[in-house]
């Protein structure tokens, strides 16, 4: 069974503050990674797709880092905003996957910014 | 605006009334795809659909239909509602050589 996890489940940080959440998932057959944000009562919207050992993808004030080999991805929030509070969702593609386009979703780490 | 519709954001129903929630996409999207949300568990996939008339089901398929009659729509339709089918659902869809999936604003159902 695929399984992918998100540590912490949830962090709360004071505006300001930089933070950073670990996606783990299985280093074999892999194919893609994929981060999202979730706003409560919003839609998921994705952050980035990585799919090369050693990608670095940046958007603004968060970044994120793959590492396929041994099964991880970081997603880094530089100066936190009360606008950052959201779930942040990584989810998993293998091989298998890349054929039929299954993604298995981590169940997600809460963040939320005091200001 | 790109995006993906869904109806209805929440419905609240009761057990063996069936029902139906729209999902429509404008993006002229391949792929698209049913999850569900619940506490402590990750999006877990329901069916999708490759192409029009292609469906397929996913990891928690049973007491759910879907039909894939035209590209932009993709509705979910659960013929006898019970309630450990109330969840919070999401509609996606994406190109289908592209990674990146847009998600709809979900629908909460609760089935009573």
Same mark, same amino acid.
């Given at each position: 069974?695929? +399984?992918?996890?998100?540590?912490?489940?949830?962090?709360?940080?004071?505006?300001? @503050?930089?933070?950073?959440?670990?996606?783990?998932?299985?280093?074999? +057959?892999?194919? %893609?990674?994929?981060?999202?944000r979730w706003e409560t009562a919003k839609?998921?919207?994705?952050?980035?797709?990585?799919?090369? +050992?050693?990608?670095?993808?940046?958007?603004?004030?968060?970044?994120?880092?793959?590492?396929?080999?041994?099964?991880?991805?970081?997603?880094?929030?530089?100066?936190?905003?009360?606008? @950052?509070s959201a779930?942040?969702?990584?989810?998993?593609?293998?091989?298998?996957?890349?054929? &039929?386009?299954?993604?298995?979703?981590?169940?997600? &780490?809460?963040? %939320?910014?005091?200001? | *605006? #790109?995006?993906?519709?869904?109806?209805?954001?929440?419905?609240?129903?009761?057990?063996?009334?069936?029902?139906?929630? =729209?999902? $429509?996409? !404008?993006?002229?999207?391949?792929?698209? $795809?049913?999850?569900?949300?619940?506490?402590?568990?990750?999006?877990?996939?329901?069916?999708?659909?490759?192409?029009? *008339?292609? =469906?397929?089901?996913?990891?928690?398929?049973?007491?759910?239909?879907?039909?894939?009659? *035209?590209?932009? !729509?993709?509705?979910?339709?659960?013929? $006898?509602?019970?309630?450990?089918? =109330?969840?919070?659902?999401?509609? #996606?869809?994406?190109?289908?050589?592209?990674?990146?999936?847009?998600?709809?604003?979900?629908?909460?159902? $609760?089935?009573?």
């Open positions: 069974i695929l +399984n992918v996890e998100q540590s912490p489940q949830s962090l709360h940080v004071q505006e300001g @503050d930089s933070t950073n959440f670990t996606c783990s998932f299985p280093s074999s +057959n892999f194919y %893609a990674l994929h981060w999202y839609s998921p919207e994705a952050l980035f797709v990585m799919t090369l +050992n050693g990608d670095e993808k940046k958007k603004g004030r968060i970044s994120a880092t793959l590492n396929t080999k041994e099964g991880y991805s970081y997603l880094y929030i530089k100066g936190s905003q009360p606008e @950052d779930t942040y969702l990584c989810a998993f593609k293998n091989l298998e996957g890349g054929a &039929t386009n299954k993604l298995i979703f981590g169940t997600g &780490t809460l963040l %939320a910014v005091q200001p | *605006e #790109a995006q993906v519709t869904q109806n209805p954001r929440y419905l609240i129903t009761v057990t063996g009334k069936k029902l139906t929630v =729209t999902c $429509s996409q !404008n993006m002229n999207h391949e792929y698209m $795809s049913w999850y569900r949300q619940d506490p402590g568990l990750g999006l877990r996939q329901i069916y999708y659909s490759m192409n029009v *008339e292609v =469906t397929d089901k996913g990891d928690v398929p049973e007491g759910y239909k879907v039909s894939r009659k *035209e590209k932009r !729509n993709f509705p979910l339709i659960l013929e $006898s509602p019970s309630p450990n089918q =109330t969840s919070l659902y999401f509609c #996606a869809s994406k190109r289908a050589f592209g990674e990146k999936l847009f998600f709809g604003s979900g629908t909460q159902l $609760s089935v009573l």
